[in-house]
């Protein structure tokens, strides 16, 4: 009872009125490092209804890296290569949606690649009105063509749906200026223009979605996964450690 009095309390309390979130397929993977672990997942999935509950109106694009790295088949057509990895990310999205109608939130799966009998067919006008209806939107299949990352598809879809800021949940506090993995003295950006990524080659996204973002005026909030927990402190600002690329 006193969680969803807290829950009740922080409604309404959101920076974002709509927010496109940012999954990698490896978050899914868990300590498993492959594959699917449905406990990282449920934890993962409890997070974003807890957004959800703060009056967010909340859309989702998942990787397929935790199933499929087309670019690391070698001698693989880079076409075909792509088209499995399209498919792994169906494969996370619905393991996502079930997860998340588990904890009693309403969801929709749309793949930018018909594939009717399991998921809705990515149509814009639809998406809209399932966020407008309070459903969670998963995105799956990146847009539907070769050559194109997930991180361009969080930058298109966001850009389609009007949300105010990308949520890119990742595995480091934020951007640095070098890799904090590799050098002790890496530092952390707070904040960071657009064309500050592209100038530096900072590496947060694409490039293309970087221009993207930057074209369109999309903020990107970089923050870690770890816990997950950090997704709901992110939007009511309470994060002490991420970065905002503007």
Same mark, same amino acid.
């Given at each position: @009872?006193?969680?969803?009095?807290?829950?009740?309390?922080?409604?309404?309390?959101?920076?974002?009125? =709509?927010? %496109?979130?940012?999954?990698? *397929?490896?978050?899914?993977?868990?300590?498993?490092?492959? *594959?699917?672990?449905?406990?990282?997942?449920?934890?993962?999935? =409890?997070?974003?209804?807890?957004?959800?509950?703060?009056?967010? /109106?909340?859309? #989702?694009?998942?990787?397929? *890296?935790?199933?499929?790295?087309?670019?690391?088949?070698?001698? @693989?057509?880079?076409?075909?290569?792509?088209? @499995?990895?399209?498919?792994?990310?169906?494969? &996370?999205?619905?393991?996502?949606?079930?997860?998340?109608?588990?904890?009693?939130?309403?969801?929709?799966?749309?793949?930018?690649?018909? @594939?009717?009998?399991?998921?809705?067919?990515?149509?814009?006008?639809?998406?809209?009105?399932?966020?407008?209806?309070? =459903?969670?939107?998963?995105?799956?299949?990146?847009?539907?063509?070769?050559?194109?990352?997930?991180?361009?598809?969080?930058?298109? =879809?966001?850009? /389609?749906?009007?949300?105010? #800021?990308?949520?890119?949940?990742? &595995?480091?506090?934020?951007?640095?200026?070098?890799?904090?993995?590799?050098?002790?003295?890496?530092?952390?950006?707070?904040?960071?223009?657009?064309?500050?990524? %592209?100038?530096?080659?900072?590496?947060?996204?694409?490039?293309?979605?970087?221009?993207?973002?930057?074209?369109?005026?999309?903020?990107?909030?970089?923050? &870690? %996964?770890?816990?997950? /927990? &950090?997704? #709901?402190?992110?939007? %009511?600002?309470?994060?002490?450690?991420?970065?905002?690329?503007?």
């Amino acid at each position: @009872m006193e969680q969803l009095k807290e829950t009740q309390n922080q409604l309404g309390k959101s920076r974002y009125k =709509r927010i %496109l979130l940012k999954l990698s *397929g490896e978050v899914l993977a868990g300590e498993k490092g492959a *594959g699917i672990d449905m406990d990282k997942v449920t934890q993962i999935s =409890r997070s974003i209804c807890d957004l959800y509950d703060l009056g967010v /109106e909340l859309a #989702v694009v998942v990787g397929g *890296g935790n199933i499929w790295r087309g670019r690391t088949s070698e001698g @693989m057509d880079r076409v075909t290569a792509d088209h @499995m990895g399209m498919l792994a990310t169906s494969i &996370n999205a619905l393991a996502l949606s079930d997860a998340i109608l588990q904890l009693n939130h309403d969801t929709r799966v749309m793949s930018a690649i018909a @594939m009717q009998e399991i998921a809705e067919t990515y149509i814009r006008k639809r998406a809209l009105r399932h966020l407008e209806k309070g =459903r969670i939107v998963i995105f799956a299949c990146g847009i539907g063509n070769p050559y194109f990352s997930t991180d361009t598809t969080a930058a298109l =879809r966001a850009a /389609e749906i009007g949300a105010d #800021v990308i949520f890119k949940a990742t &595995n480091v506090d934020g951007i640095f200026d070098k890799d904090p993995k590799r050098f002790a003295d890496a530092k952390l950006y707070s904040k960071l223009t657009h064309q500050d990524v %592209l100038q530096k080659e900072l590496r947060v996204m694409d490039a293309t979605a970087a221009a993207l973002c930057r074209d369109n005026h999309i903020d990107i909030a970089v923050f &870690n %996964l770890d816990p997950p /927990e &950090n997704i #709901v402190k992110m939007a %009511l600002g309470e994060l002490e450690k991420s970065t905002l690329v503007y």
